[in-house]
């Protein structure tokens, strides 16, 4: 063959490598298109459910809360609750697991150094001096192969650290209406107190107008129930109380009564206004870590596609070493003492190209799962702030007629009370004056705990609280976590984001 044919030969086996080197066989990500409502709240609601104030995403968890007892229990959860802390640990071992299948894209080089005597009879013996250089089985990656693997493996990654995003917010949900569940179990305790003194001194009254036949003894019997029901229900109240406070002594991993606390604020001071999100829904959910973190799962199962597809064609590796070999030391580093070697390999499926196209198909049926996944999250995510608008709407409308309507009960026990003292009353319509009372204020802090715990799921279901201070955006368009102590676990450098 002529040098002529050797140089095309040669051209046309170069051009193949590095076209087959920039081939891939990945699917390209397309956005799933999933049906949702194009508006988040009914129009009879709408016009009632306006909003002042800054959107979500620029609102840190520390600016929004601003209950002073609450940043604390926030700030020593975020630090040291044990759910978090493992879901920190899953993204540390997700982005190992990156490295790792990122380093198998460049060869690997040892060093090496020797010395070998030997004597195979008086006249055969001698020393070989050896240092040298090698790659060991590199993979030559013409199909696309380990790329990617290593696409999976980063979109594997950025999911799970999507996912400790998530468990943030949860723990952030969780402290807040902990905390919020506690303030109004107090606040129904020190109620259930008050009515303990004050049907206690109802009784003393109505002992006194028994003694002198006002009333009779069945009445009296009326008042001694009520006062021993009030005292069954300041106990459970207690308990409710105690049993919150263990509730968050868990969320923060250490014992409630060890944390050093400030004064707290009025119930009616704890937030800052939000505004309805501004856009379609789709936009703003795709704020959300969980959505984030199902769009990073389809990523990595298009990368799990290219990478059983790469599989049906040849693997090439290479091994390699250059270095010097001598039977004398003071000789070894000399050019004379040179060696080198070059294995390259072939291994092409033959016998399971069955397998591996079922494997193809695998993959893919994977990749379709997580296309479902990411449809389901979008919904349920849309249903979430929905629902949360919704019930806060509602819950304001309902606070403030359950607030005219304690109004009213006071009024007309204080009348009742007027006219049992002046002897005008037999005593029952009082009793069932004091408990329709007791009841209407029961059910007033019961929706005011209610409308804060809505308030804290409003900000969490939209995304807030990755942030201490503000939103600040990467890369990605996610949420960073700027002053969170566990949010410097791990990081994607900048460029590996961008690119993908």
């Not at 604390?72 to 993204?91: E, P, Y």
């Not at 693997?315 to 270095?323: E, M």
Request: with cysteine; proline share 4%.
């Amino acid at each position: 063959m002529s040098v002529q044919n050797n140089t095309k030969v040669l051209t046309t086996t170069i051009s193949a490598i590095l076209f087959l080197s920039a081939c891939s066989f990945v699917p390209k990500y397309q956005e799933p298109e999933v049906p949702i409502a194009d508006a988040w709240i009914p129009l009879s609601l709408q016009d009632k459910a306006q909003y002042s104030g800054k959107s979500v995403l620029e609102i840190g968890w520390k600016e929004y809360f601003r209950e002073p007892q609450l940043q604390v229990l926030i700030s020593q959860a975020l630090a040291a609750n044990h759910d978090l802390k493992k879901a920190a640990l899953s993204s540390q071992m997700a982005y190992e697991a990156y490295g790792i299948t990122k380093a198998q894209q460049i060869p690997t080089i040892g060093a090496s150094a020797s010395v070998a005597r030997s004597r195979q009879s008086e006249y055969a013996q001698g020393t070989v001096y050896s240092a040298a250089l090698g790659i060991s089985a590199f993979e030559l990656d013409f199909f696309g192969r380990v790329r990617a693997l290593s696409e999976s493996a980063l979109n594997s990654y950025l999911a799970t650290n999507e996912a400790r995003d998530a468990a943030q917010l949860s723990i952030i949900n969780a402290t807040a209406s902990a905390y919020y569940q506690a303030r109004i179990s107090k606040a129904l305790m020190d109620l259930a107190e008050k009515v303990v003194k004050a049907r206690s001194e109802m009784l003393k009254l109505a002992q006194l107008q028994a003694n002198t036949g006002v009333i009779n003894a069945v009445t009296l019997k009326s008042y001694e129930a009520a006062v021993e029901s009030a005292r069954a229900d300041f106990e459970a109240q207690e308990r409710g109380y105690l049993q919150a406070m263990n509730a968050l002594s868990v969320l923060v991993a250490v014992p409630y009564q060890q944390i050093q606390m400030p004064a707290p604020l009025p119930l009616n001071e704890q937030f800052v206004d939000l505004q309805v999100p501004a856009g379609i829904p789709s936009s703003v959910l795709r704020n959300r870590p969980d959505v984030r973190a199902a769009e990073f799962a389809i990523r990595a199962a298009n990368g799990d596609i290219g990478a059983a597809r790469a599989a049906l064609f040849p693997t090439i590796s290479l091994t390699a070493s250059l270095g010097l070999a001598s039977a004398e030391l003071d000789e070894l580093f000399k050019s004379s003492s040179k060696i080198w070697s070059i294995s390259p390999s072939i291994a092409a499926p033959i016998f399971n190209r069955k397998a591996l196209n079922a494997q193809v198909k695998i993959s893919e049926l994977q990749q379709q799962m997580a296309v479902e996944d990411y449809a389901k999250t979008m919904q349920s995510a849309f249903r979430e702030v929905s629902d949360a608008l919704i019930a806060r709407a509602t819950y304001k409308r309902q606070y403030e007629a359950t607030l005219r309507a304690v109004k009213a009960q006071k009024e007309a026990l204080a009348l009742e009370r007027q006219r049992f003292k002046a002897g005008v009353s037999d005593g029952i319509t009082l009793i069932d004056a004091e408990r329709s009372t007791f009841a209407a204020e029961q059910g007033l802090l019961a929706v005011q705990l209610q409308l804060l715990v809505n308030s804290v799921q409003l900000y969490t279901t939209m995304g807030g609280g990755l942030a201490e201070y503000g939103g600040v955006s990467n890369a990605t368009g996610a949420t960073v976590n700027a002053n969170n102590p566990m949010s410097d676990a791990v990081k994607v450098p900048l460029d590996e984001q961008s690119a993908k």
